[in-house]
């Protein structure tokens, strides 16, 4: 037999639960009337993944019903519309299950699977050779962003050293060799990698491979330019606070700019505070040693005598 206490606890929990009832109830019955003020469309969606260079077919969509609130631009809204008779198209970039078939995800009718649609107008695809090592080992994938490094003999003088330049700075990537994609996502390491620059940077990427090897750095994404770029060359490969490379703002030495400029203006200091030497005539006779006094005593009576001069 149920106690008083436990009618009670009964007795609450059935009224929570009634009142959960309700509020979802309403918050369904708002919703659906939101859609229907609204009304919908059936528009294009994927069916299946499609990776970059698939071909769209009609088993590979579907068509469901979108708010016409929020039905994103360049959708399509029939079968003929998405794959007019005769001409095919493909998937420029990965489309997930579910997600709606955009004009800009895909290739116009009749075209192939070019990266040419990829480009943001105005920009260029422009390709360079790499390797295992110029390459990051093979961890750069489509959509990155590296900085292009340049090494390359400078003449000084008679002679000739290496330095190193940054010559482009967030750079996008998007094909590596003759793939906009890798399949399983896995690091591969590729002979080629092909960049989105402007015109003059395309200039500029042809330049330098003829003029010295190019090399690539992978950066974090969203992370901003480097105001300050410095050239390195063989005399800064030194551990080293004055010798090696040099710390042109605050923003690159971070958390040691009080230190190193510390110590620097303290050598500096020291240096300045050294006696110069004086200047030495090659015609100055050297000098002669210095004779000394030695003082001998005969009872109460004392003689000096000059020992070692002349």
Do not use: C, H, W
């Not at 422009?126 to 994938?141: L, M």
Request: no cysteine.
């Amino acid at each position: 037999m149920l106690t008083r206490q436990s009618m009670i606890a009964l007795a609450a929990a059935i009224l929570l639960g009634l009142f959960a009832v309700y509020i979802a109830n309403s918050y369904l019955s708002g919703r659906e009337q939101q859609v229907a003020a609204g009304g919908t469309t059936k528009i294009a969606v994927a069916a299946v993944p499609l990776a970059y260079g698939t071909d769209i077919t009609t088993d590979k969509v579907r068509f469901v019903d979108y708010p016409n609130s929020s039905i994103p631009a360049g959708t399509f809204t029939s079968a003929a519309a998405l794959l007019p008779e005769g001409k095919q198209r493909f998937a420029l970039m990965p489309i997930g299950i579910n997600e709606p078939v955009l004009a800009s995800k895909i290739s116009g009718a009749g075209q192939g699977a070019s990266i040419a649609a990829l480009l943001t107008d105005g920009m260029r695809a422009a390709t360079v050779r790499i390797n295992d090592v110029s390459g990051v080992a093979g961890f750069i994938q489509p959509n990155d962003t590296v900085d292009v490094l340049i090494t390359r003999n400078v003449a000084n003088g008679a002679a000739s050293s290496q330095v190193t330049d940054v010559l482009l700075q967030n750079v996008r990537v998007i094909a590596i060799d003759q793939e906009a994609k890798n399949s399983d996502g896995t690091p591969k390491v590729a002979r080629t990698a092909t960049f989105e620059v402007l015109p003059l940077d395309a200039q500029k990427l042809a330049l330098a491979q003829e003029a010295g090897n190019l090399s690539l750095a992978l950066r974090k994404p969203g992370e901003q330019n480097n105001p300050v770029v410095e050239t390195v060359s063989m005399s800064d490969l030194r551990y080293n606070m004055y010798g090696g490379a040099r710390y042109p703002a605050p923003a690159v030495v971070g958390g040691f700019a009080g230190a190193v400029g510390g110590a620097m203006r303290e050598g500096a200091a020291q240096i300045a505070r050294r006696p110069s030497a004086p200047r030495s005539s090659a015609k100055s006779a050297p000098k002669k040693p210095a004779g000394r006094d030695v003082e001998v005593y005969r009872g109460t009576k004392s003689d000096q005598y000059k020992v070692g001069g002349r």
